[in-house]
T-cell receptor, first 114, second 113 residues
Framework: GESVGLHLPTLSVQEGDNSIINCAYS??????FIWYKQESGKGPQFIID?????DKRQGQRVTVLLNKTVKHLSLQIAATQPGDSAVYFC?????????????FGQGTTLQVKP | DTAVSQTPKYLVTQMGNDKSIKCEQN?????MYWYKQDSKKFLKIMFS???????INETVPNRFSPKSPDKAHLNLHINSLELGDSAVYFC????????????FGPGTRLTVT
């Protein structure tokens, strides 16, 4: 069945360093891949998405890379700040029609050390 | 000016009771969702409505019944609550179903004792 998984449950980085959060997926039919950030006690917040026909997309301080050959997705955060501390989820779309259905991975907790 | 709001924020109740969680969005979005997040942070879609019509109905017990009186509101009613229903429930909305930028509410932490 469909699954989206993250490689590491926790990632600890020094403030100012770059962070890389990885994700693997199994569904080759996914149209979109999306990253969400969830701060403690809050709902998830959209960060960035990438369409399946793209390899890379950049936002403000974030870059998402998609490698369809190995079914791997990564989120890179440049110059990580304390405010980036959160749980990060990757999600994909089942490719079964435009219903808005997202399949979320388990989440990686990013800890930023001052 | 909260975009997606849910009430209540916390809900503690006993097994067997019936409870409702309300959700409202003021973003003018067509599509609304209910998600369940368990204690391990796993987030799973339960239902989705587009313009008051049900478009996603995952494998959820019949005890869960969503209701959308208008496209700005999506409520979740749960009958005969069980211990396993304890979780955080998130409401979300998006402009349309094929826009994957979903706006989440603050969550309702349901504890069943």
């Amino acid at each position: 069945g469909e699954s989206v998984g993250l490689h590491l449950p926790t990632l600890s980085v020094q403030e100012g360093d770059n962070s890389i959060i990885n994700c693997a997926y199994s569904n080759s039919a996914s149209d979109y891949f999306i990253w969400y950030k969830q701060e403690s006690g809050k709902g998830p917040q959209f960060i960035i998405d990438i369409r399946s026909n793209m390899d890379k997309r950049q936002g403000q301080r974030v870059t998402v890379l998609l490698n369809k050959t190995v079914k791997h997705l990564s989120l890179q955060i440049a110059a990580t700040q304390p405010g980036d501390s959160a749980v990060y989820f990757c999600a994909d779309t089942p490719g079964s029609g435009n219903t808005g259905k997202l399949i979320f991975g388990q989440g990686t907790t990013l800890q930023v050390k001052p | 000016d909260t975009a997606v709001s849910q009430t209540p924020k916390y809900l503690v109740t006993q097994m067997g009771n019936d409870k409702s969680i309300k959700c409202e969005q003021n973003l003018g979005h067509d599509t609304m969702y209910w998600y369940k997040q368990d204690s391990k942070k796993f987030l799973k879609i339960m239902f989705s409505y587009n313009n008051k019509e049900l478009i996603i109905n995952e494998t959820v017990p019949n005890r869960f019944s969503p209701k959308s009186p208008d496209k700005a509101h999506l409520n979740l009613h749960i009958n005969s609550l069980e211990l396993g229903d304890s979780a955080v429930y998130f409401c979300a909305s998006s402009i349309t179903p094929d826009n994957y930028e979903q706006y989440f509410g603050p969550g309702t932490r349901l504890t069943v004792t």
